[in-house]
């Protein structure tokens, strides 16, 4: 079946959580879902109209070992880190960091008409967990847009029909689109068979797989059996999604709060740089 389609494995909705010094989001992957999930170890959901909510924030905080990706659907957070970089992420755009062998962070959600987006933790390889710490800015017009009429695609990562998007991933290689299609509408994208997919719906709802299935509605997350091919088609309200895809890493994962390794040997000396004052590498 060189062609088959890709099934719906399973349907999460995440688990509400405080994070940060009082933020109020959806957990909807995390700790217990490596494994079906591999290479994404977290996926954090935020959609609110209440400032209260979020804006106490996520003041100065480690990372090591993985790299963080937020995008920003409507909203502002302003951020700053230890390599310097300091700025804002606002409607339709997205940070994507490195931490490498390490980098100190914070981010600060400001009051909004809106708050609505994700935060994507993205494995990093052994070979590749102490690498440089890097930052990217991602602007709203790095983000390619293919108008398809009844869709639109933007590609935040990876690349679609043939187009490049705003990042590729220096060591994990996702695809990361952000899909909208009108009520009524499929879409499908041929993806690698054994690639690890799945999809968090922000708004609408959708039929997934063969066309029988049910609507899944906004604020859930769905992950995908092997296939070739991924298939939507949006109810009457129309669906928008994110898209997340990415070839397994397959080690083992030692997680830490903030960091995530491959052996409690390495999370052990990570914890304990960050209390000898040794964490960032000069």
């Given at each position: 079946?060189?062609?088959?389609?890709?099934?719906?494995?399973?349907?999460?909705?995440?688990?509400?959580?405080?994070?940060?010094?009082?933020?109020?989001?959806?957990?909807?992957?995390?700790?217990?879902?490596?494994?079906?999930?591999?290479?994404?170890?977290?996926?954090?959901?935020?959609?609110?109209?209440?400032?209260?909510?979020?804006?106490?924030?996520?003041?100065?905080?480690?990372?090591?070992?993985?790299?963080?990706?937020?995008?920003?659907?409507?909203?502002?957070?302003?951020?700053?880190?230890?390599?310097?970089?300091?700025?804002?992420?606002?409607?339709?755009?997205?940070?994507?960091?490195?931490?490498?062998?390490?980098?100190?962070?914070?981010?600060?959600?400001?009051?909004?008409?809106?708050?609505?987006?994700?935060?994507?933790?993205?494995?990093?390889?052994?070979?590749?967990?102490?690498?440089?710490?890097?930052?990217?800015?991602?602007?709203?017009?790095?983000?390619?847009?293919?108008?398809?009429?009844?869709?639109?695609?933007?590609?935040?990562?990876?690349?679609?029909?043939?187009?490049?998007?705003?990042?590729?991933?220096?060591?994990?290689?996702?695809?990361?689109?952000?899909?909208?299609?009108?009520?009524?509408?499929?879409?499908?994208?041929?993806?690698?068979?054994?690639?690890?997919?799945?999809?968090?719906?922000?708004?609408?709802?959708?039929?997934?797989?063969?066309?029988?299935?049910?609507?899944?509605?906004?604020?859930h997350a769905i992950l995908f059996n092997e296939g070739r091919k991924f298939r939507v088609k949006a109810s009457d309200n129309g669906i928008r999604f994110l898209l997340m895809s990415g070839q397994p890493l397959r080690e083992p994962i030692a997680w830490g709060g903030p960091i995530v390794m491959n052996t409690r040997e390495e999370?052990?000396?990570?914890?304990?740089?960050?209390?000898?004052?040794?964490?960032?590498?000069?």
């Amino acid at each position: 079946m060189a062609n088959h389609l890709r099934t719906v494995k399973k349907i999460i909705t995440g688990e509400k959580a405080v994070d940060g010094a009082g933020v109020r989001l959806v957990r909807v992957i995390g700790h217990s879902d490596t494994e079906d999930f591999d290479p994404f170890l977290m996926l954090d959901a935020f959609d609110s109209v209440n400032p209260t909510d979020y804006v106490k924030g996520f003041p100065w905080h480690p990372h090591r070992g993985i790299e963080t990706i937020t995008y920003l659907v409507q909203g502002n957070i302003e951020h700053e880190d230890s390599l310097g970089n300091q700025g804002s992420i606002l409607d339709g755009e997205c940070q994507w960091m490195t931490a490498g062998a390490g980098i100190i962070h914070q981010e600060m959600p400001k009051p909004s008409e809106r708050m609505l987006g994700v935060q994507l933790w993205l494995n990093l390889p052994a070979k590749n967990k102490m690498v440089v710490p890097k930052y990217h800015g991602i602007a709203k017009a790095d983000i390619p847009i293919i108008d398809e009429g009844e869709r639109k695609i933007h590609i935040i990562a990876g690349s679609y029909n043939g187009k490049t998007g705003a990042m590729e991933g220096d060591y994990v290689k996702p695809l990361y689109l952000d899909v909208e299609v009108n009520p009524g509408v499929e879409w499908s994208l041929d993806t690698e068979e054994d690639a690890t997919v799945f999809v968090y719906i922000l708004q609408g709802e959708g039929t997934f797989g063969s066309a029988s299935d049910e609507f899944i509605s906004a604020k859930h997350a769905i992950l995908f059996n092997e296939g070739r091919k991924f298939r939507v088609k949006a109810s009457d309200n129309g669906i928008r999604f994110l898209l997340m895809s990415g070839q397994p890493l397959r080690e083992p994962i030692a997680w830490g709060g903030p960091i995530v390794m491959n052996t409690r040997e390495e999370l052990n000396v990570a914890f304990k740089e960050l209390e000898e004052n040794k964490f960032i590498k000069r």
